[in-house]
C-alpha cells in the first residue's frame, strides 16, 4: 500500500512570496490533514478535511493560508504571502475513517518550508 | 482544552540502558493516545496505540506504553535501548470529538550512543 505522498520535500522562498505544497493521501482514505511542525515542536493541526468538506480550520491563519481538496482525493496548502515564522516542516496526514476517534492517522514525508 | 506534555526534551542513553519517557495529558474523557517516533531524515511513524482495554499496550521494536487513567499518564518504556532507536518521539493525545484532531507534544530527542 503507498503512503501518503507529498512535493516539495523541500522550498526556500523569501518573505512575501507565495508557495503551494501538495498531498496525495493513502487512497481511499476519507479524511486529510495539514499540520505545521515548528522546530523544536510538535506538529499543530492547521486544517482538516473530511471528503472534500472542511471540518476544522481553527487554527489556520486565515490572512494568508488556504487549502483546497476539491474532488476529495488530493490536497494543497498555500501560502500567500509568507512570513519569516511560517519556516516549519508541512506535515500531511490521511486517516481511513471520517474523524472520531479509533482513527489512526498516517504520515507523509513532508515539505520543509524556508522563509528569507 | 487538551494538552500533551512531554518530561523530558533531550535524553541521552548507553546501548543496553533502561528508557522511559513521560507523557501526561490533560482531558478528563475518552481518549485514544499514541506514540509517534522520527528517524533522522524518515517521516513521523506510529510507534503504539491505545484505544481500549489492556492499559499497557506493545508496540513494534520492543517499545511498550501503559496508560494510566488516574494519572493522565501514557509513559513509554523499552527495557535496553540500541542505538537504531536514537530518534524524536511524540506522544500525541485524540480526545472525543467529532474532528479527530491530534494533539502533540513538543517531542524527545533521544541519542543513544553505542
Known amino acids: 500500500e503507498a503512503g501518503v505522498a507529498q512535493s516539495p520535500r523541500y522550498k526556500i522562498i523569501e518573505k512575501r512570496q507565495s508557495v503551494a505544497f501538495w498531498c496525495n493521501p493513502i487512497?481511499?482514505?476519507?479524511?486529510l490533514y495539514w499540520y505545521q511542525q515548528i522546530l523544536g515542536q510538535g506538529p499543530k493541526l492547521l486544517i482538516q478535511?473530511?471528503?472534500?468538506?472542511?471540518?476544522?480550520d481553527s487554527q489556520l491563519p486565515k490572512d494568508r493560508f488556504s487549502a483546497e481538496r476539491l474532488k476529495g482525493v488530493d490536497s494543497t496548502l498555500k501560502i500567500q504571502p509568507a512570513k519569516l515564522e511560517d519556516s516549519a516542516v508541512y506535515l500531511c496526514?490521511?486517516?481511513?475513517?471520517?474523524?472520531?476517534?479509533?482513527?489512526?492517522?498516517?504520515f507523509g514525508p513532508g515539505t520543509r518550508l524556508t522563509v528569507l | 482544552a487538551q494538552s500533551v506534555s512531554q518530561h523530558n526534551h533531550h535524553v541521552i542513553l548507553s546501548e543496553a540502558a533502561s528508557l522511559e519517557l513521560g507523557c501526561n495529558y490533560s482531558?478528563?474523557?475518552?481518549?485514544?493516545l499514541f506514540w509517534y517516533v522520527q528517524y533522522p531524515g524518515q517521516h513521523l511513524q506510529l510507534l503504539l496505540k491505545?484505544?481500549?482495554?489492556?492499559?499497557l499496550v506493545k508496540g513494534i521494536k520492543g517499545f511498550e506504553a501503559e496508560f494510566i487513567k488516574s494519572k493522565f499518564s501514557f509513559n513509554l518504556r523499552k527495557p535496553s535501548v540500541q542505538w537504531s532507536d536514537t530518534a524524536e518521539y511524540f506522544c500525541?493525545?485524540?480526545?472525543?470529538?467529532?474532528?479527530?484532531?491530534?494533539?502533540f507534544g513538543q517531542g524527545t530527542t533521544l541519542q543513544v550512543k553505542p
Open positions: 482531558y478528563g474523557g475518552t481518549v485514544n
Open positions: 491505545y484505544f481500549s482495554g489492556d492499559p
Open positions: 496526514a490521511s486517516s481511513p475513517r471520517a474523524g472520531g476517534l479509533y482513527n489512526e492517522q498516517f
Open positions: 500525541a493525545v485524540h480526545g472525543s470529538s467529532n474532528t479527530g484532531k491530534l494533539i
Open positions: 478535511f473530511q471528503n472534500n468538506g472542511v471540518v476544522d
Open positions: 487512497s481511499g482514505h476519507a479524511t
